[in-house]
């Protein structure tokens, strides 16, 4: 049971626009969500977090949003560049665990010059 | 380079063999996570360790998978008599504890069981 899931494996954009990378969870105890950014032949790196007791968190070019009605969370990159291609993951702390990150799949972003 | 490391790169394995792989965290970092990514999907939790305590192994396979932070030296994960579904990419990640935007993965092992 997938209870961490990005829908889109890939997705394209234009240097300099907006990307828009999306998640939806299943469990609505999560209470914190993280997203990570990964290069070929590289581990995920920490990109930014965001608690559920808050809608919008920001960093730079980074912001994430999250609907808790929706179960929704979103990152947005502006402007995008083409050193963010990369393989973007969603995840998010299960209730009980302190340690024990769930991942959804991927999303593949191409950022285009 | 301070990160955490992880040895060998990439691993091949005959089928029934063993696979050791080798976990070093960041100096300074007590608290050690291995997650494995099958193909197309995403990092799944194994286990996680302080030295020489496993605190919660709820994603590791029953048999034929062990973990082990001592005292002194890297994190090690032993996979025994691998099968070819085995065959993954194997992440480390390392904490000083009490942060979870406070890990940081290694580069990862590749195991390919032929």
């Known amino acids: 049971d997938q209870q961490v899931k990005q829908n889109s494996p890939s997705l394209s954009v234009q240097e300099g626009r907006i990307s828009i990378l999306n998640c939806d969870y299943t469990?609505?105890?999560?209470?914190?969500f993280l997203w990570y950014k990964k290069y070929p032949a590289e581990g995920p790196t920490f990109l930014i977090s965001i608690s559920s007791i808050k809608d919008k968190n920001e960093d730079g070019r980074f912001t994430v949003f999250l609907n808790k009605s929706a179960k929704h969370l979103s990152l947005h990159i502006v402007p995008s560049q083409p050193g963010d291609s990369a393989v973007y993951f969603c995840a998010a702390i299960p209730p009980g665990s302190a340690r024990q990150l769930t991942f959804g799949s991927g999303t593949q972003l191409t950022v285009l010059p | 380079n301070a990160g955490v490391m992880q040895n060998p790169r990439h691993l091949v394995r005959r089928r029934g063999q063993e696979a050791r792989l080798r976990c070093s965290p960041m100096?300074?970092?007590?608290?050690v996570y291995w997650y494995r990514q099958l193909p197309e999907e995403g990092l799944k939790f194994m286990v996680y360790l302080q030295k020489e305590n496993i605190i919660d192994e709820s994603g590791m396979p029953k048999e034929r998978f062990s973990a082990e932070f001592p005292k002194e030296g890297p994190s090690i994960l032993r996979i025994q008599q691998v099968v070819r579904g085995d065959s993954a990419a194997y992440f480390c990640?390392?904490?000083?504890?009490?942060?979870?935007?406070?890990?940081?993965f290694g580069s990862g092992t590749r195991l390919t069981v032929v």
């Open positions: 469990n609505s105890m999560f209470d914190y």
């Open positions: 990640a390392s904490s000083q504890g009490g942060q979870y935007y406070g890990y940081t």
């Open positions: 100096k300074g970092h007590s608290h």
